[in-house]
């Protein structure tokens, strides 16, 4: 049986002298397949096989021989992740955040990351608060972001959001403040990158981001 796959590189583990397991995320969750001769010089699939691209696999599976990995046939980048030294820490926690979550649902986070990753150069703390947010989302854990306070959905004097009370607390139930415009910007975190984008800037994308790979550690 042959079919595509869509998805974005993790994990490489060399194995024999040229080959490679590959894992992915991918619409079927978390997939491992056998990547034969990769580590060769003139491997065309090889070149398109960097940890954090998103890329289309043609993979092969053997009906018979049930407990031998899904084989690799083609593999075609659809976008690399940048190479930038600049961005080492964005590709440290996307791979360790990656690899880490268990979750079966990934296609939103392929989406996103399909939407976001090209302004990953331009914009990285925006991009990754975005992409962090999604993986909250995968893993389960939805906030509630409408404008309210989630004690007692006061829509006025709000001053703080913590991601373990599940969204909004206003003057009364906060026991810290934050920024106004950090939580104007969290409001658009769950819409399309491009809202989010519009409606936040690089400094509290960044406070977002902290607050969320917080929360990650806390929770996975
Ligand atoms: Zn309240």
Redesign the pocket.
């Given at each position: 049986m042959e079919y595509e796959l869509e998805g974005i590189i993790i994990k490489k583990q060399n194995i024999n002298d040229f080959d490679q397991i590959v894992t992915v995320v991918s619409n079927r969750g978390k997939f491992s397949f056998f990547a034969p001769s990769v580590k060769k010089e003139n491997s065309k699939n090889g070149l398109n096989l960097n940890t954090l691209s998103l890329v289309n696999f043609e993979i092969i599976e053997s009906q018979k021989r049930a407990n031998l990995l899904p084989r690799l046939k083609r593999a075609n980048t659809i976008i690399s992740f940048p190479i930038n030294v600049m961005l080492k820490q964005e590709y440290i926690d996307l791979e360790f955040f990656l690899n880490k979550i268990n979750s079966i649902k990934w296609q939103n986070f392929i989406d996103a990351y399909k939407e976001s990753i090209k302004f990953l150069d331009s914009k990285k703390n925006i991009v990754m608060a975005y992409l962090l947010y999604k993986l909250l989302e995968i893993e389960g854990i939805n906030p509630n972001i409408e404008f309210g306070?989630i004690?007692?959905r006061?829509k006025n004097n709000l001053v703080d959001f913590k991601f373990h009370q599940g969204g909004y607390?206003?003057i009364?139930?906060a026991k810290e403040k934050i920024e106004f415009s950090i939580l104007q910007s969290l409001y658009w975190i769950n819409k399309a990158f491009v809202t989010f984008s519009d409606n936040t800037n690089s400094y509290d994308a960044q406070i977002i981001r902290k607050m969320i790979i917080q929360y990650l550690n806390e929770v996975i």
């Open positions: 306070c004690d007692c006061n607390l206003c009364n139930h």
